[in-house]
């Protein structure tokens, strides 16, 4: 499957984005989809994730209440609306896909086999 990132962009600290990821191939129901981000230095951040058929979601602590994330199967689209942004949320953000069948939700970025390319998030203060 690839993937396609997109939304990205600056917005001041209190402001909203939303990220919007595109997948093309074959997607199953047993797939998990997930965002993850990544801050200069830091290691990658497991942010939000969500299965495929029945769209349940699991949330990084950093980001529980602020953001969310959705989908749209037949739009094969995955979707992170972020609100109460802080400039620590600045990153690149990536969307994930697991099409391993696991039916769980994972949060270490080895047990996500499709990567996008990446859409920058800068928040000012």
């Known amino acids: 499957v690839q993937l396609q990132a997109s939304g990205g962009g600056l917005v001041q600290a209190g402001g909203s984005l939303r990220l919007s990821c595109a997948a093309s191939?074959?997607?199953?129901?047993?797939?998990?989809m997930a965002w993850f981000r990544q801050a200069p230095g830091k290691e990658r951040e497991f942010v939000a994730g969500i299965t495929v058929n029945v769209g349940s979601t699991y949330y990084g602590e950093s980001v529980k209440g602020r953001f969310t994330i959705s989908r749209d199967n037949a739009k094969n689209t995955v979707y992170l609306q972020m609100s109460s942004l802080k400039p620590e949320d600045t990153a690149i953000y990536y969307c994930a896909a697991d099409t391993s069948r696991a039916l769980t939700i994972r949060t270490g970025p080895r047990s996500y086999g499709s990567w996008g390319q990446g859409t920058q998030v800068t928040v000012s203060s």
């Open positions: 191939g074959r997607i199953f129901s047993s797939d998990v």
